[in-house]
């Protein structure tokens, strides 16, 4: 099946619309016709250079949803016609993580930075025009027209879902709102701090209000992007971490905040620092955003790490299992308690993706969707 996509050929590098000839799916495989994809800064991340993947060319996306096309032999589950979320984290089902309530850890996760088949690492399932084998993000792509993917990748939603809105569900949605309830632990009457309010931090504040935390303090330097938070729940919206950190010791008897979940654009130790220096004794610091991936260390004080026993938490979806978060982030957004739409500033087509992360790094979105 002949389908266009964003592609790198190279990182850093920048995204370059492309023919692909994506393949008919095989045994366990859907192909499916792509509705919407949220532009998430990890894709940016890819074109940087911060996040490398193994294999190039590469077509980018990883958080989209469309309509099942084609069904592989044998495939149980889908039909033709079907509404699907993917999750850029495939869950198998059967390996220790997925089968102990951890989704999001499922060992099939070592290989979505290859981006080929998870049976044969030399197996691509999208090529460019002249034969190149084009691996696909998260083993996804859905920066194309048409993907071909694992059925481990695909939630199967209801019919009337709209995808081109219910796409923020298989990355940004499940990754900020569980970055409050599930690896921050947000408690009732918490004060909470979120660092950075994209489409992360958006879902972020609002997981920390429905865990019933009584202070939301947001932290971005852009003015739209505090007027944002505000909407969705935060109580207070600050330019910078000195200013949180106050307000949060305000609030809490000179303590500090309970949770600080850090989802900047590109995250440094530098952020993760600042974010321990603003929480209590035992207080959780969530680190969800992503950087350069190859820098380590962290320069927090050890002995405040003892002496306080604060605690530094990675957060990878927001500790979600996508099976059971994908869907029950839609039933709430269905119910009017989960706000997806308020998120997504602007539209784009899959030629104009260039000028949707020139406004994401202008600051101007809080989400860009492609439609496709
Ligand atoms: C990231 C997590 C690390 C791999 C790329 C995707 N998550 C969401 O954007
Ligand atoms: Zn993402
Ligand atoms: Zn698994």
Redesign the pocket.
Same mark, same amino acid.
């Given at each position: 099946m002949k389908s266009r996509g964003a592609v790198l050929r190279q990182s850093p590098g920048k995204f370059e619309i492309v023919d692909l000839e994506v393949d008919d799916p095989r045994q366990n495989e859907i192909r499916v016709k792509m509705v919407a994809s949220g532009l #998430? @800064?990890?894709d940016d991340h890819m074109a940087s250079g911060d996040?490398p993947v193994a294999v190039y060319p590469v077509c980018g996306g @990883?958080e989209g949803g469309g309509i099942v096309e084609a069904v592989g032999p044998n495939t149980k589950g889908f039909e033709p016609g079907d509404k699907v979320i993917f999750s /850029?984290l495939p869950a198998c089902g059967k390996c220790r993580w997925c089968s102990t309530g951890h989704q999001n850890l499922c060992d099939l996760g070592a290989l979505?930075?290859v981006g080929s088949r998870w049976e044969d690492q030399t197996s691509f399932r999208m090529k460019l025009d002249d034969g190149t084998p084009v691996a696909q993000a998260?083993g996804i792509s859905t920066f194309s027209e048409y993907t071909t993917v694992s059925v481990d990748s695909a939630i199967k939603v209801p019919a009337d879902t709209p995808l081109e809105k219910a796409c923020l569900l298989g #990355?940004a949605a499940g990754?900020g709102w569980g970055s409050a309830v599930n690896t921050g632990e947000v408690r009732p009457g918490d004060t909470v701090i979120v660092m950075g309010i994209g489409g992360i931090g958006a879902m972020a504040v609002q997981g920390a209000v429905h865990a019933g935390a009584a202070q939301v303090i947001a932290v971005d330097p852009v003015a739209f992007k505090r007027e944002t938070a505000e909407s969705l729940g935060a109580t207070h919206a600050v330019k910078d971490m000195d200013e949180a950190t106050e307000l949060a010791k305000s609030f809490t008897n000179g303590q500090g905040a309970d949770v600080a979940i850090v989802t900047v654009g590109v995250i440094t130790g530098q952020h993760v620092a600042e974010a321990f220096a603003s929480v209590r004794k035992q207080g959780n610091v969530v680190v969800t955003a992503?950087g350069n991936v190859t820098e380590v260390g962290l320069p927090v004080p050890i002995l405040e790490l003892i002496l306080f026993e604060k605690k530094i938490k990675g957060s990878? /979806?927001g500790s979600s299992s996508p099976r059971a978060d994908i869907p029950k982030l839609l039933d709430l957004y269905r119910a009017g308690m989960l706000k997806l739409d308020e998120l997504i500033t602007t539209e784009y087509s899959l030629d104009d993706i260039g000028r949707g992360y020139d406004d994401m790094h202008a600051g101007t979105n809080i989400r860009g969707v492609i439609r496709f």
């Open positions: #998430c @800064h990890s996040l @990883h /850029f979505v930075l998260l #990355c990754t992503l990878l /979806f």
